[in-house]
């Protein structure tokens, strides 16, 4: 499967902003998705997971109550809703796809990435 991020962008600290991530093929909802950043110098984290079907998120305790993540796999995309930003919400932002059952927050266990999308919060 290949992906496909979008929607980054500079914005105040207190805004909102959505990411989308188009999947190609037609096994998106074999697939467990999940986002993850990487802030300048420091390590990719986890940011939010959800399930085949949707039915069950992750998140990571930074974002809880502020980003909800979904799916809609007839249009083989899954976004992120991010509101409240923080400036510590810099980042690039990158999609995964797992074909793991269950979600996780283990980026090794994702077995595709997309290129990423910048998202920058301004304080």
């Known amino acids: 499967v290949q992906l496909q991020a979008s929607g980054g962008g500079l914005v105040q600290a207190g805004d909102s902003l959505r990411l989308s991530c188009a999947a190609s093929g037609r096994t998106f909802s074999r697939y467990a998705m999940g986002w993850f950043r990487q802030a300048p110098g420091k390590e990719r984290e986890f940011v939010a997971a959800i399930s085949r079907g949707g039915g069950s998120t992750l998140y990571a305790d930074s974002v809880k109550g502020r980003f909800t993540i979904s799916r809609d796999n007839a249009k083989n995309t899954v976004s992120l809703q991010m509101n409240s930003l923080k400036p510590e919400d810099t980042a690039v932002y990158y999609c995964?796809?797992?074909?793991?059952?269950?979600?996780?927050?283990?980026?090794?266990?994702?077995?595709?990435w997309g290129q990423g999308t910048l998202v920058t919060v301004s304080s």
């Open positions: 995964a796809a797992d074909l793991n059952l269950l979600i996780t927050a283990a980026h090794k266990e994702y077995d595709y």
